[in-house]
């Protein structure tokens, strides 16, 4: 248990669908991310929030879009996905983006695209 | 390229034997943090160093952040298969307090 928690842990979604992720820590931290790790490839940051405010959108197609209604939730909306964008997506957690922070990942949701 | 750069790529090793991993950068980072994944799920925290040339154990894992605040280490000694799996690096940089993930070493430990 990590404190940070992710649903649905695996996803299969046609190209036409509509879904999303859900993350929810508990760990009274002040900024969430999304992160997308692919096989081979080095973790990839989609997006982060501070204080609920977006600071960074690491040029993610708008397919992705994510929500943050307050400091302990995070979404990702996921429409018209391409094959290509199956993989592995982590939610992770921090205290405000300072010197020294460390962030906390949640198990993950495996995204398929079909 | 990436930000840090973790070795080896790949580590294949014997039950009992020792092993070390390295993550190096060019950039100065303000704390550094070492992570273990394993396969479906998400990376899992092992250690965060802050200071230059600090030292933590935590059990047969021993990290060490350089002097410099541009490197690290993960040693294992007599290593188990309960250790296989992806080690990440991750630093913020001194600065702009922006995170970076190496790519990641993939042990694994045979019995």
């Known amino acids: 248990e990590t404190g940070v928690t992710q649903t649905p842990r695996h996803l299969v979604m046609g190209m036409t669908n509509k879904k999303s992720l859900k993350c929810e820590q508990h760990l009274g931290h002040n900024a969430m991310y999304w992160y997308k790790q692919s096989a081979k490839k080095p973790l990839e940051l989609m997006f982060v929030y501070s204080l609920e405010e977006r600071v960074e959108n690491n040029s993610v197609p708008s397919r992705f879009s994510p929500e943050c209604p307050n400091s302990s939730h995070l979404f990702l909306h996921l429409h018209t996905l391409q094959p290509e964008d199956s993989a592995l997506y982590l939610c992770?957690?921090?205290?405000?983006?300072?010197?020294?922070?460390?962030?906390?990942f949640g198990e993950g949701s495996w995204l398929t695209v079909v | 390229t990436q930000l840090l750069e973790q070795s080896p790529q790949f580590l294949s090793i014997q039950e009992g034997e020792n092993l070390t991993v390295y993550c190096n950068s060019s950039s100065v980072f303000s704390s550094l943090q070492w992570y273990r994944q394993e396969p479906g799920e998400g990376p899992v925290l092992l250690v965060t160093v802050v200071t230059g040339g600090e030292v933590k154990k935590l059990k047969r894992l021993t990290f060490q952040f350089g002097d410099a605040r541009k490197d690290s280490s993960l040693h294992i000694t007599a290593a188990q298969p309960g250790d296989t799996g992806l080690y990440l690096c991750?630093?913020?940089?001194?600065?702009?307090?922006?995170?970076?993930f190496g790519a990641g070493t993939t042990v694994t430990v045979r019995a």
């Open positions: 991750a630093g913020v940089t001194e600065g702009d307090y922006k995170l970076s």
């Open positions: 992770a957690s921090s205290l405000r983006r300072d010197r020294g922070y460390t962030i906390y």
